[in-house]
């Protein structure tokens, strides 16, 4: 199963304040994105410094390494994603609105739960759960930042799961074929409040926070055996290695400052080097089978005696 147009689809997106626990805390220094030529350095210069006031105010212990996406326009209504790392090296993230006057103003804390659920809510990192049969549109609590979609789906045959809200789609689906499991980035590309589910067997989506993504640090390799999302900070170095053995199609995405980037895309199976952008960020990883990602092993170079 993957997110069609994969991550690419908008890097304005709608993304409340939350921590991604890793196992690392990273050297306070702010990531860069390439230099920006776009006319909107000034914008996102300000608007990086709001976010670092905000987050100063939100997070406890404060934050290092702030640094905000690219903004698409200088205009009204823009939005798009600020990132920084907490004290306890946890990646956390807010959403920029510009407002009409062209001042940033940073997205609210989002609401710790989701209360109007088809099924309990069994565990801390949940925020809802959503059940049903064959395909339906179900409302959904308002999602209103990045988080991730557990997804479940029995039977056979295609499965598409849409976020839509005031009855348009909101970025891109999520697709693949039944029987599946995995998790995946939702809410990149902004506020939804329905899931169009198109399956014709049962069901079940957890909306999970963000901090439930598997951190990878430097010495700390990320494993699955079916699609999920991976966490990094700024400690992980942008040379990576990914093991997936399976023949099945290997699609690997990042989310971060820089904006939507593909990594990799081809059969599998894989076992090599790749390349994501500087953390913090997000890995999506859509692998239908067994995978490892881990930081590649430092080279050294000896030079032998005359």
Known sequence: MRVACRLAASATVGLAATALVVGTTPAAATPVPPDDTSGTAFLRATSEQAAAEWFAANVPGGVTQVACAHPPADEGGVQFLCY???AAGAVVVARVTVNDYGTPELAAVAGGGATATTAAVVDSATTAVYTGTGSQTVPVDPVPSLMVAAITV???GPVTVQPVHAS?????PIVGTAPLEGRYLIGSAGLFSSLAVTATGDWTIRIQRPSSAIALGPGAP???VQPDVVSYTEALPTALVL????AAAITVSALSAVGPVSVLEQPGPYSGPITVPEGPGFLAVDIAGPWTISAAAATSTTTSSP
Request: no cysteine; proline share 17%.
């Open 84 to 86: 920084a790392v907490d």
């Open 168 to 172: 348009a789609p909101v970025g891109p």
């Open 222 to 224: 990320a494993s699955g």
């Open 243 to 246: 093991d997936a053995p399976t």
């Open 154 to 156: 029995s039977g056979s």
